[in-house]
């Protein structure tokens, strides 16, 4: 059982950065493919960003390309999401995804991200 926890949500104002962290324990984490989703009030939740389970490969959603950046740390069993230039549609609840199979699925409660003047 893996448990992911979010943090470094807030308030930002339009243009500027947050950096997303998502802790795990419970598991093997250099085993799992890490991603971060997010769900805007009233819309489905949608894939931002995933990176592979060595690091080595990383894809993003058209909407984040050459903003969001994610990043893993297996020592630190952490991944990152720095998100830059953000945009009042980057509003969100943002998740930490652990995948290895569909068995081995697991996800975070979240940290909102709120991006207003």
């Known amino acids: 059982q893996v448990q992911l926890v979010e943090s470094g949500g807030g308030l930002v104002q339009p243009g500027g950065s947050l950096r997303l962290s998502c802790a795990a324990s419970?598991?093997?984490?250099?085993?799992?493919?890490m991603s971060w989703y997010r769900q805007a009030p009233g819309k489905e939740r949608e894939l931002v960003a995933t990176i592979s389970s060595g690091g080595g490969s990383t894809n993003y959603a058209d909407s984040v390309k050459g903003r969001f950046a994610i990043s893993r740390d297996n020592a630190k069993n952490t991944v990152y999401l720095q998100m830059n230039s953000l945009k009042p549609e980057d509003t969100a609840v943002y998740y930490c995804?652990?995948?290895?199979?569909?068995?081995?699925?697991?996800w975070g409660k979240g940290t909102l991200v709120t991006v207003s003047s």
């Open positions: 995804n652990a995948w290895a199979t569909s068995a081995l699925d697991y």
């Open positions: 419970g598991g093997t984490f250099s085993s799992y493919v």
